[in-house]
């Protein structure tokens, strides 16, 4: 980069200003991509063929197709001149491109499309909410109607002049006010929405109630909040509670919740995007439908150190209910972790994990997540190792297929606990602190064992993916899971952050743990215990690419792990947005 191009870039630099909390650059927002590199793009993730992505919007069921929108600039690869992109599916995995289903054309929302979720009226009909910028740079909600319902790939949306329906009154921040949720309609016979907001240092839920989905009157107290800062991308929705059942992960429709018999059997979920930390948690509670109050459970921290989806890369989650195979859906967005020149180079920003199923734990301690099982449809060439014995420090390489594209499963049996180091808890509040002070270079007791993938062949450039066990006091364990990408690429200015999360599993009784591993160029995407903790990570080596990118095993710790079993297959390219014909 020569000296013309670095002043260029202090000077776009000075002239960003921060904006529903992306930053703006005005000289590069509107510069169409000329060139795709293909090098770190992904083959099964979700993106659109070029520029800048972020949250997912509305995604629903309706007839027969399953519908994403997402936020999109469709004229350059950074945050700016955002549109409701819209893609349709008929199984999850092969996508087809329309023209954006919702971009600023009122005075409601002249000045931007901001994120919002879908529901479906008891009639059949979907109806958009989303948040729209007005001239006076105003944040309102507004709503969306299909042009024309018979035509199931919903093309044409229609904005009704009686927009906005919700505009900030007195006591709401105008400029902090935004991402409606999916509307329940209550025993009462009243919808209700969210809409995420702060006071102060105060993130809240607002809620808003209508008889007819047209006039929305605010209520005296927020379902809940929090003091997390700004509340963004907030999602209330009800869990099945089966206790050991196989129905437990069943997904529950919200619009089920009209019935208060079905209403007194579900525990509800309310997940909120915390903007100040660009990451998200979740709790567990009740809901009580005539105080219009939500409670977390006691054992779920209601704060910025709460349960997480993901604890990596993944952050204005969307969930929905699919009614054809009864589950719900969660849909995030896994933003890119190199610099701005680089995502201009590339052509494009941002992707969105793979589509997950989400159902409450047996014990209702916590979410479950695991990719949906379509994505079973990619699989290719398998390769399988079994019983084989990893000793303290040494590794070994699963060959026989083409990792940089793949899903990787295994089971680590341990043999001794009784080495395990001990844990301090004080270690509890910050795992991600952990992983880096004790990441897959640090040797320990128990652990650090897993994979590396995305390596180099002589594994100067790898992503760790790993687990370490500590003990506490008693026959008491934690179980420490981390993508350590530290020694991902070269290139030193990328951001290469570890990410951890402890995982809920009793590792005395069961002595073995299980991972499973999404890789896809650019993208580790990992499940801890079956979908108890989950970890996604961006990473851009320069070695470890097409061919030369590799996957090994490895145990860094003074004991002794197995292979239990190794499951990995290649997995195919699906098409992934094309234009309608």
């Known amino acids: 980069m020569g000296p013309a191009e670095v002043t260029a870039l202090l000077l776009v630099a000075l002239l960003t200003i921060v904006r529903a909390s992306h930053v703006v650059y005005p000289e590069l927002q509107s510069l169409e991509a000329t060139q795709i590199d293909e090098t770190s793009r992904t083959g099964y993730h979700f993106q659109p063929p070029k520029h800048w992505i972020n949250d997912p919007n509305g995604p629903m069921y309706y007839k027969g197709l399953y519908h994403l929108f997402y936020q999109y600039n469709p004229k350059g690869a950074v945050w700016g001149n955002i549109v409701w992109a819209h893609s349709v599916s008929t199984d999850l995995i092969d996508w087809t491109a329309l023209d954006p289903g919702i971009y600023p054309s009122k005075p409601f929302d002249i000045n931007g499309c901001w994120s919002g979720s879908a529901t479906l009226l008891p009639s059949g009909v979907p109806v958009m909410m989303y948040t729209g910028i007005d001239p006076d740079e105003h944040q309102v909600q507004n709503v969306a109607y299909p042009k024309n319902l018979s035509d199931p790939f919903l093309r044409e949306w229609v904005k009704p002049d009686y927009n906005p329906i919700i505009s900030p009154d007195g006591g709401i921040n105008a400029s902090a006010f935004r991402d409606p949720t999916t509307a329940w309609y209550g025993p009462d016979r009243h919808w209700r929405l969210l809409v995420g907001s702060k006071v102060g240092d105060k993130g809240l839920a607002v809620l808003y109630r209508s008889r007819d989905f047209k006039r929305w009157v605010k209520a005296h107290h927020p379902l809940h909040s929090g003091l ?50 660009r990451y998200e948690y979740y709790t567990v509670g009740s809901y009580d439908h005539a105080t219009d109050r939500y409670t977390p459970d006691a054992g779920f921290p209601d704060n910025d150190y709460g349960l997480r989806y993901d604890y990596g890369d993944f952050y204005a989650s969307k969930s929905f209910y699919d009614p054809a195979k009864r589950r719900r859906i969660l849909w995030g967005w896994a933003n890119e972790s190199d610099t701005v020149p680089d995502d201009r180079k590339k052509g494009w920003a941002g992707i969105q994990a793979i589509p997950r199923k989400l159902w409450l734990s047996p014990r209702g301690k916590q979410l479950i997540q695991w990719p949906v099982e379509e994505i079973k449809a990619l699989r290719a060439k398998h390769v399988n190792v079994s019983d084989k014995v990893v000793k303290s420090d040494q590794y070994f390489e699963v060959t026989g297929f083409k990792s940089v594209q793949s899903d990787v499963e295994v089971a680590f ?36 064992f897993g994979l590396w993938v995305l390596a180099a062949g002589d594994l100067t450039e790898r992503t760790a993916v790993f687990f370490r066990v500590f003990k506490t006091t008693g026959s008491k364990h934690v179980v420490l899971m981390c993508n350590d990408p530290t020694n991902s690429t070269f290139e030193s200015q990328v951001y290469r952050p570890t990410f951890a999360g402890f995982v809920n599993v009793d590792i ?18 990992s499940f801890g215990a079956g979908g108890k903790t989950c970890i996604l990570t961006r990473v851009y080596p320069k070695k470890a690419v097409g061919d030369d990118a590799h996957l090994f095993v490895f145990n860094h710790g003074e004991v002794d792990i197995k292979v239990v079993k190794l499951d990995a297959w290649e997995m195919k390219t699906p098409k992934m947005n094309a234009p309608a014909q």
């Open 228 to 277: 997390t800062g700004m509340w963004e991308c907030p999602d209330f929705f009800p869990v099945a509670v089966h206790g050991g059942s196989r129905h437990h992960r069943r997904g529950v429709d919200t619009a089920e919740l009209r019935d208060a018999a079905v209403a007194e059997e579900v525990k509800y979920v309310l997940k909120v995007s915390l903007d100040l930390t």
């Open 413 to 448: 049996a341990i043999k001794d606990l009784s080495k395990a180091e001990q844990f301090n808890p004080a270690w509890l509040r910050d795992p991600q602190a952990l992983c880096k002070k004790r990441g897959a270079r640090v040797t320990g007791e128990v652990g650090p």
């Open 508 to 525: 005395a009784q069961t002595k073995t743990i299980a991972l499973r591993t999404l890789i896809d160029h650019s993208v580790v995407e």
